[in-house]
């Protein structure tokens, strides 16, 4: 059964830039924080930027920070992730992630605390 769904990805010069979508068919985001994970061969996961139910709070990961942005449209029930200066290293698949959380909760969630994945979609940056 599908969970999520991400879109967005392709083949991409470095110094380009993509929109990353993730959509839910199932649930409403509005009570979800939603979270964008990476992952190369060989390599494990790793966090790359997450947007609580609100939409008020954002986090990214030291990797990523002023080159990323995450946002939520609620009306669409979708979070965006745009990924802008581009580099080699930022090839992998990009996950999207969500879990229901209460309004007060504004932390940034760990990994493992998600509930939804979704399939992934590749991002390759070329040099």
């Known amino acids: 059964q599908v969970q999520l769904v991400e879109s967005g990805g392709g083949l991409v010069q470095a110094g380009g830039s993509l929109r990353l979508s993730c959509t839910s068919p199932?649930?409403?985001?509005?009570?979800?924080?939603v979270g964008w994970f990476r992952q190369a061969p060989g390599q494990e996961r790793e966090f790359v930027s997450a947007?609580?139910?609100?939409?008020?709070?954002?986090y990214y990961a030291d990797s990523v920070k002023g080159r990323f942005t995450i946002s939520k449209d609620s009306a669409k029930n979708t979070v965006f992730l745009h990924i802008s200066s581009l580099k080699p290293e930022d090839t992998a698949v990009y996950y999207c992630?969500?879990?229901?959380?209460?309004?007060?909760?504004?932390?940034?969630?760990?990994?493992?605390?998600?509930?939804?994945w979704g399939q992934g979609t590749q991002v390759t940056v070329s040099s």
């Open positions: 947007i609580t139910r609100s939409g008020g709070n954002t």
């Open positions: 199932r649930r409403a985001f509005s009570e979800h924080t």
């Open positions: 992630a969500s879990k229901r959380t209460i309004l007060t909760d504004t932390r940034n969630l760990p990994a493992g605390s998600y509930d939804y």
